[in-house]
């Protein structure tokens, strides 16, 4: 695993540094746009005062921080996989190009010292898992790995109150960022609860300091934060995009992990643009959120 030169003399000097994924630059995000989003999202990391480290699997070789060259490629090369923790010994002995999801990011991010995370969405429970018994491999990392993930809630495309009942037996803690109720991604509430409410974060740096002292850093945590009433989908469309976009992935025959990439192509596509347009908004604000938490708890350890 590399670390980037940057990345690395922060994480030594004890300050903020926010790891982002890969998966939302090669699989969510359109060429050739998908580069200069990147490179926003780092530099909303900035502006909120931590150190981006976009984490990626170049020929082979884990990244943790990507130069201008890496992103460029991981950006434009067509033959970038998907790879979540299991791909990664996989992906790394056949020397190949991978962009990570939650998963992923997280195992790495830990394994560098980072433990704050920003993305879109988390994965979750699918629809009809009682039968497929698909379920997103970042609840179960997070039930092991002790980083801070920020991100809108959990896709709307999938089951959230069997993703929230996951969560809650795995151990994995959910707060809201100034909101009782708990995102949907393109939608600022999913109709359910969220069980523990912040305002600052500053308040988020305290609870992740508390984990030392009870013993619990070793299991992930979620910071929900919705999406801004300016750039959520209007609900009505997202209901309708849902309920199509899911008959033509059965149509389809899409399954397994391809499933939420799918969907996501489907809303960009009948949605005429804008449900991007309310994904790279809230990337953008998740990014910035956790580089403020990142700072904050900076400040309390170092």
């Known amino acids: 695993m590399r670390v980037h ?4 003399d922060a994480l030594a000097d004890g300050r903020a ?14 060429r050739p746009d998908n580069a200069r989003l990147a490179r926003e999202f780092e530099q909303a990391v900035r502006d909120g005062g931590a150190v981006p480290a976009t ?8 990244r943790v921080g990507l130069d201008d060259a890496a992103l460029d490629r991981l950006a434009n090369d067509e033959d970038a996989v998907k790879v979540s923790v299991r791909e990664l010994a996989a992906i790394a002995a056949r020397g190949g190009v991978g962009s990570t999801t939650v998963a992923s990011t997280a195992h ?6 980072i433990i704050v995370f ?13 039968d497929t018994f698909d379920e997103s491999a970042d ?44 995102p949907g991604f393109y939608l600022a509430d999913s109709g359910h609860e969220v ?30 934060n919705p999406i801004a009433p300016e750039d959520e989908l209007d609900r009505v469309l997202h209901d309708r995009l849902l309920d199509s976009g899911l008959a033509a992935a059965e149509r389809d025959d899409v399954h397994g992990k391809d499933v939420t990439p799918y969907l996501l192509d489907w809303f960009h596509r ?12 809230l990337v953008r604000s998740n990014a910035r959120l956790a580089a403020e938490v990142a700072s904050a708890y900076a400040g309390r350890t170092r």
């Not at 030169?5 to 690395?8: G, I, N, Y």
């Not at 988390?122 to 009682?130: I, S």
């Not at 912040?198 to 979620?222: C, P």
């Open 17 to 30: 540094v926010v790891a982002l994924e890969s998966t939302i630059i090669s699989h969510g995000l359109p």
């Open 195 to 224: 069980g523990w409410r912040v305002e600052s974060a500053g308040e988020v740096a305290a609870i992740l300091a508390a984990r030392d002292a009870v013993g619990t850093d070793d299991l992930g945590l979620i910071l929900a």
């Open 5 to 8: 030169d940057e990345v690395r």
């Open 55 to 62: 984490v990626a699997v170049i020929d082979g070789e884990a």
């Open 108 to 113: 790495l991010a830990a394994r560098a010292g």
């Open 270 to 281: 009948e949605s005429q643009g804008k449900s991007l347009r309310a994904n790279v908004a």
């Open 139 to 182: 609840l179960t990392t997070l039930s092991r790995t002790g980083v801070l993930v920020v991100c809108a809630g959990v896709k709307s495309i999938l089951d959230v109150g069997a993703t929230l009942e996951r969560l809650e037996t795995l151990g994995v803690g959910v707060l809201g960022y100034r909101t009782d109720r708990f």
């Open 118 to 130: 920003a993305t879109g969405g988390l994965g979750g429970v699918h629809r009809g898992a009682q």
